[in-house]
């Protein structure tokens, strides 16, 4: 039952996904292990949207290490422990939870113990910065716990990057590169040293900008019209000098993004409510895809269901059509 359940949300999310992006492209799918214990590895720059792309963009079907504070209530606990996600807790949940951990650890051992699939983020925290920052320790403990067990287990770790050319608007572009996979017994019991390896194989998938001056080169990026989403684009921009002219900027946003909300103007107006609770920016994206998740399922029910019923019914049929045509071709220029 939990299985199919898992496999009946993953292509729903999967087909909501490629609405909400203009384009996903994914690179590395051959180095995706089969048959192996899997640690999977990657940046997290965009809340709940990096493991949405990465699950139903693998064959993998992985549990994910999600912080504690989203389990506080009983029901969204529940919901959230069936579509495999596993409760971490962080100095800021309280010390006296720290303890609970344990037992975090143990369900990710028994999970990669029998060839299954963890993904955690190893920066242990999001940020909107394009980079790759510091990993922490936690993937390292918990592949080293496993092979305390079994030492013998084919566990192996799955650097991942994921680039967005918009963190926080739909009708964008995002890559997924999945780099080759490496055996952890390899630097067995040297955290530093697995730490070092999985960060030198996630440099390359990841593209960096540097934090000085961040805005004005993302601009100049975005202005010579360089692939936000192509790590090594990015990096050859910065190597080479800057002596040519700089393009006509992309305006943004686009046309079609204007209307498409006037399409979908009862879930722009949810969003405009909720905009205003967003602490948070990094979370931006995961509200938006959200309320679009459920939104317009409802809307387009409504539509074709409901208002035919009414003095309306004349409009059913162009405001669906062009609607879901200014849905499809939403489009949001990079940022």
């Given at each position: 039952?939990?299985?199919?359940?898992?496999?009946?949300?993953r292509?729903?999310?999967?087909?909501?996904?490629?609405?909400?992006?203009?384009?996903?492209?994914?690179?590395?799918?051959?180095?995706?292990?089969?048959?192996?214990?899997?640690?999977?590895?990657?940046?997290?720059?965009n809340?709940?949207?990096?493991?949405?792309?990465?699950?139903?963009?693998?064959?993998?079907?992985?549990?994910?290490?999600?912080?504690?504070?989203?389990?506080?209530?009983?029901?969204?606990?529940?919901?959230?422990?069936?579509?495999?996600?596993?409760?971490?807790y962080?100095?800021?949940?309280?010390?006296?939870?720290?303890?609970?951990?344990?037992?975090?650890?143990?369900?990710?051992?028994?999970?990669?113990?029998?060839?299954?699939?963890?993904?955690?983020?190893?920066?242990?925290?999001?940020?909107?910065?394009?980079?790759?920052?510091?990993?922490?320790?936690?993937?390292?403990?918990?592949?080293?716990?496993?092979?305390?067990?079994?030492?013998?287990?084919?566990?192996?770790?799955?650097?991942?990057?994921?680039?967005?050319?918009?963190?926080?608007?739909?009708?964008?572009?995002?890559?997924?590169?999945f780099?080759?996979?490496f055996?952890?017994?390899?630097?067995?019991?040297?955290?530093?040293?697995?730490?070092?390896?999985?960060?030198?194989?996630?440099?390359?998938?990841v593209?960096?900008?540097?934090k000085?001056?961040?805005?004005?080169?993302?601009?100049?990026?975005?202005?010579?019209?360089?692939?936000?989403?192509?790590?090594?684009?990015?990096?050859?921009?910065?190597?080479k000098?800057?002596?040519?002219?700089?393009?006509?900027?992309?305006?943004?946003?686009?046309?079609?993004?204007?209307?498409?909300?006037?399409?979908?103007?009862?879930?722009?107006?949810?969003?405009?409510y909720?905009?205003?609770?967003?602490?948070?920016?990094?979370?931006t994206?995961?509200?938006?895809?959200?309320?679009?998740?459920?939104?317009?399922?409802?809307?387009?029910?409504?539509?074709?269901?409901?208002?035919?019923?009414t003095?309306?019914?004349?409009?059913?049929?162009?405001?669906?059509?062009?609607?879901?045509?200014?849905?499809i071709?939403?489009?949001?220029?990079?940022?």
């Amino acid at each position: 039952m939990k299985n199919a359940f898992n496999s009946i949300l993953r292509l729903i999310v999967k087909l909501a996904l490629h609405i909400y992006f203009k384009r996903i492209r994914v690179f590395g799918k051959e180095n995706l292990p089969k048959g192996k214990a899997v640690l999977i590895v990657s940046n997290h720059q965009n809340a709940l949207i990096d493991p949405l792309l990465i699950a139903t963009h693998t064959h993998l079907k992985p549990s994910f290490l999600t912080r504690a504070s989203a389990f506080k209530n009983p029901i969204a606990a529940k919901l959230l422990d069936f579509i495999r996600m596993i409760p971490i807790y962080r100095v800021r949940d309280g010390i006296d939870n720290m303890g609970k951990n344990k037992e975090t650890f143990d369900k990710s051992v028994n999970i990669l113990l029998n060839k299954g699939s963890i993904l955690i983020f190893g920066e242990g925290n999001h940020d909107l910065h394009r980079s790759l920052r510091p990993l922490k320790k936690g993937f390292s403990r918990i592949a080293f716990m496993t092979l305390e067990i079994n030492h013998d287990l084919d566990l192996v770790i799955l650097p991942v990057g994921i680039n967005y050319s918009n963190h926080k608007k739909s009708g964008s572009n995002v890559s997924i590169y999945f780099g080759k996979p490496f055996p952890a017994t390899d630097f067995y019991p040297k955290h530093e040293a697995l730490m070092e390896e999985t960060f030198k194989r996630m440099e390359s998938l990841v593209t960096h900008v540097p934090k000085e001056n961040y805005k004005k080169s993302v601009r100049q990026l975005i202005n010579h019209k360089v692939d936000l989403t192509d790590p090594k684009q990015v990096e050859l921009f910065f190597q080479k000098p800057k002596t040519e002219p700089i393009k006509k900027p992309i305006p943004s946003p686009y046309f079609t993004n204007k209307v498409m909300k006037i399409f979908h103007f009862p879930i722009f107006l949810v969003w405009l409510y909720f905009k205003r609770k967003i602490k948070d920016p990094t979370f931006t994206a995961t509200f938006k895809f959200v309320i679009g998740l459920v939104g317009i399922p409802l809307w387009y029910f409504f539509l074709i269901f409901i208002l035919p019923f009414t003095e309306m019914d004349s409009w059913v049929l162009p405001w669906v059509f062009l609607g879901i045509i200014y849905l499809i071709s939403n489009t949001n220029g990079p940022e």
